[in-house]
């Protein structure tokens, strides 16, 4: 865990973490160009919740145009930007906030790499539509020259006792021993009442998200910025992975959370959850209402594990 140092309320160069109470683009008129190696934000998305008025549809994209053409400018060429979004909501009517933000980023140059699925299990329960269960984080970068670090990232093998089983290497273990590239479909339980992470706000996103971003697109002491902090999530992140974390958030009672909680996270005394804890299962925890009452246990399937049994031992015997 990195050293206790102070939080800064301006931006500077010089400092480790800076939370801005105010508009991200005051924040972001005092850094400097090219300094920034990373931005992750998850905007507002214009749903009317307690910290947005909603906008109309050409206001939000005016107001999200301005913020993405400023972190551009202060962004260095290794750089990349994770814009982390889900959908709007119109009577029923869903308008997927990605599409619509896409042409801000080409037209200011950007190269997308990868638009990241975010899945998780709870949310609302529509009657009319299937329910939400994910949202994107759309990856661009500045130039073709961008930090991509995948082994303090990789997950388990499927099978690492997996051998070559001809030709030179014969024998060998045949998967990468340090883990796989996790892919773009990610799932990650969403901050609901039940993680430990959990706090007033209502649209967190997890640490072990933010972690995976900025373990892979950034090197020690970089700066990662967030425009719009929430309770200070992407900072949590920077700092326990000994990066640099700035943002704006405009919303007091926000602010003196994110405050507390880097703070917590600088002592190595804010509850995260890992990405090594497996996804929470009930059935498999036993817990309680997890059965149908209305509903007999089905009777075990022998016939099937007869059948299996059987095929085994033909294909033994062909051997
Ligand atoms: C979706 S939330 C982000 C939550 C954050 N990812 C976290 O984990 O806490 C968006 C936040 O942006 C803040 N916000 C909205 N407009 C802003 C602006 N112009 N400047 C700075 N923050 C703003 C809202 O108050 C809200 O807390």
């Known amino acids: 865990m990195s050293e206790v140092f102070h939080i800064a309320k301006h931006f500077s160069i010089s400092e480790r973490a800076v939370v801005f109470e105010g508009d991200c683009l005051e924040l972001l008129k005092n850094v400097p160009s090219d300094s920034i190696q990373l931005i992750i934000t998850s905007p507002p998305y214009n749903l009317g919740k307690e910290y947005e008025r909603k906008l109309k549809p050409e206001e939000y994209f005016d107001q999200q145009r301005k913020v993405i053409t400023e972190c551009s400018r202060v962004l260095n060429k290794t750089g990349s930007i994770c814009w982390q979004v889900g959908n709007f909501v119109d009577s029923s009517s869903i308008i997927p906030i990605d599409n619509i933000l896409y042409p801000i980023f080409r037209d200011l140059g950007f190269k997308m790499r990868n638009r990241i699925i975010w899945h998780f299990e709870h949310g609302l329960h529509a009657s009319k539509r299937f329910s939400g269960r994910y949202e994107t984080i759309l990856w661009f970068t500045k130039t073709d020259d961008y930090v991509f670090n995948l082994d303090p990232i990789r997950v388990p093998q499927k099978y690492p006792g997996k051998k070559f089983f001809k030709g030179p290497k014969k ?21 609901k009442s039940n993680h430990v992470e959990k706090t007033i706000h209502p649209c967190q996103f997890p640490v072990e998200l933010v972690d995976r971003l900025v373990l892979s697109m950034t090197n020690q002491n970089d700066w990662v910025l967030d425009p719009f902090l929430g309770v200070g999530t992407t900072i949590v992140s920077a700092i326990r992975n000994n990066r640099r974390g700035a943002g704006a958030e405009i919303v007091k009672k926000y602010v003196t959370i994110a405050h507390d909680r880097i703070s917590k996270a600088q002592k190595g005394r804010l509850p995260i959850r890992l990405y090594t804890q497996p996804v929470f299962d009930p059935q498999y925890a036993g817990k309680n209402l997890t059965n149908a009452p209305w509903l007999k246990p089905l009777p075990q399937d022998n016939g099937q594990l007869k059948l299996m049994e059987k095929a085994g031992n033909l294909y033994r015997k062909a051997k």
Do not use: M
């Open 171 to 191: 024998g060998q273990y045949s998967s990468n021993p340090l883990g796989k590239n996790p892919g773009d479909l990610w799932i990650f339980p969403n901050v």
